[in-house]
């Protein structure tokens, strides 16, 4: 209990000073990188739904994003409805999709589903491009908006937001627990009386959903979209990357592995921008040292060396063996 008060107490901390941080600070460009990188978390923690808890790797989840940012665009730009009505339309497209794609996908396993979902993100990329109503590989731009301060907190209100109602599904609601339970043993789960099926399908639209609307509130920022930017495997392959570096299966993980491969990106491009292939390359050897020297990620193994440090003076009291005086 008191390590879940400090860890509150410390949740309400920052989120006090992440809404003061545009008062503070007047670089529009730091604000700028700043609401990036809470975009990041957003899609890191949602990516996670589906890849840590229920066990099901989405390489098509930058799909979700670019759905929703084209939604925006085509409702704004086409169609002429406000940014307030077109953007929870770009959170229920990228879950009908979600809905439509799981049918068949989610009977596939291991492999299998991470190649269909990545195989779908490259079908829509190919509407996309041929589609006349999304400006085909021209890409689409947007009415520009320039407010760096609106931007800031719609994406952090829209990530808390989304944190929170995550962390009560799963952290606290049986729900979690019975994604778990399928990502452990889905014919044990279901021998238990779960519905895997129906289940997978619940986090596969509650992973797409918040993607969506931050597809839609990125396209409105950006003011410019096309096929290659939202609808491209850079999205999909940086969230693989900040969720397998930080720890699949938690909350915590997802954002802090979001946070430094993002802070990693900003400095790369700074620097080194003449150097595309080898931000690949190093994003592929991350994930191959993550897998093989930090399975938990960086927060699932603070966590378990925590544990283990709590629990061992447990076992020499209950072992009899006598300690030190004074310890």
């Given at each position: 209990?008191?390590?879940?008060?400090?860890?509150t107490?410390?949740?309400?901390?920052?989120?006090?000073?992440?809404l003061?941080?545009?008062?503070v600070?007047s670089?529009?460009?730091?604000?700028?990188?700043?609401?990036e990188a809470i975009?990041?978390?957003?899609?890191?923690?949602?990516?996670?739904?589906i890849a840590?808890?229920t066990?099901?790797l989405?390489?098509?989840?930058?799909?979700?994003?670019g759905i929703?940012?084209?939604t925006?665009g085509?409702?704004m730009?086409?169609?002429e409805?406000?940014?307030?009505?077109?953007l929870?339309?770009?959170?229920?497209?990228?879950?009908?999709?979600?809905?439509?794609?799981?049918?068949?996908?989610?009977?596939?396993?291991?492999?299998y589903?991470?190649?269909?979902t990545?195989?779908l993100s490259?079908?829509?990329?190919q509407?996309a491009?041929?589609?006349?109503m999304?400006?085909?590989?021209?890409?689409?731009?947007?009415?520009?908006f320039?407010?760096?301060?609106f931007?800031?907190?719609?994406?952090l209100?829209?990530?808390?937001g989304?944190?929170?109602?995550?962390?009560?599904?799963l952290?606290?609601?049986?729900?979690?627990l019975?994604?778990k339970?399928?990502?452990?043993?889905e014919e044990?789960?279901?021998?238990?009386g779960?519905?895997p099926?129906?289940?997978?399908m619940q986090?596969?639209?509650l992973?797409?959903?918040?993607?969506?609307?931050l597809?839609g509130?990125?396209?409105?920022?950006?003011?410019?979209?096309?096929?290659?930017?939202?609808?491209?495997?850079m999205?999909?392959?940086?969230?693989?990357v900040?969720?397998v570096?930080?720890?699949?299966?938690?909350?915590?993980?997802p954002?802090?592995?979001?946070?430094?491969?993002?802070?990693?990106?900003?400095l790369?491009?700074?620097?080194?921008?003449?150097?595309?292939?080898?931000?690949?390359?190093?994003?592929?050897?991350?994930?191959?040292?993550?897998?093989?020297?930090?399975?938990?990620?960086?927060?699932?193994?603070?966590?378990?060396r925590?544990?283990?440090d709590?629990?061992?003076?447990?076992?020499?009291?209950?072992?009899g063996?006598?300690q030190?005086?004074?310890?």
């Amino acid at each position: 209990m008191n390590a879940l008060n400090s860890r509150t107490g410390l949740l309400a901390l920052l989120a006090v000073a992440l809404l003061v941080v545009p008062a503070v600070v007047s670089d529009t460009f730091v604000l700028r990188v700043m609401t990036e990188a809470i975009m990041w978390v957003g899609l890191a923690i949602a990516f996670d739904v589906i890849a840590g808890y229920t066990g099901y790797l989405n390489f098509g989840h930058g799909a979700f994003f670019g759905i929703g940012a084209y939604t925006i665009g085509i409702l704004m730009m086409r169609a002429e409805l406000p940014f307030w009505v077109a953007l929870p339309a770009g959170g229920l497209a990228a879950g009908i999709t979600a809905l439509i794609a799981g049918i068949p996908t989610l009977r596939l396993k291991g492999a299998y589903f991470a190649i269909a979902t990545w195989a779908l993100s490259r079908a829509i990329q190919q509407l996309a491009l041929n589609m006349e109503m999304t400006g085909g590989p021209d890409g689409m731009r947007l009415t520009a908006f320039l407010n760096p301060q609106f931007f800031y907190y719609l994406m952090l209100i829209t990530v808390g937001g989304t944190f929170v109602i995550l962390w009560y599904l799963l952290e606290r609601a049986p729900f979690g627990l019975k994604l778990k339970a399928i990502r452990e043993d889905e014919e044990g789960a279901k021998a238990l009386g779960l519905n895997p099926t129906k289940l997978k399908m619940q986090a596969f639209i509650l992973s797409a959903l918040p993607t969506g609307i931050l597809g839609g509130i990125y396209a409105y920022w950006i003011t410019f979209i096309d096929p290659s930017s939202t609808l491209g495997d850079m999205v999909s392959d940086q969230a693989v990357v900040m969720v397998v570096f930080g720890g699949m299966g938690t909350l915590f993980g997802p954002a802090i592995g979001a946070l430094l491969i993002f802070a990693f990106k900003t400095l790369f491009w700074a620097y080194l921008s003449d150097f595309q292939l080898l931000y690949l390359i190093i994003l592929g050897a991350l994930i191959a040292i993550s897998v093989i020297f930090i399975p938990n990620g960086l927060w699932g193994t603070i966590m378990r060396r925590k544990k283990a440090d709590k629990i061992r003076p447990e076992r020499v009291i209950e072992a009899g063996v006598p300690q030190e005086e004074g310890n």
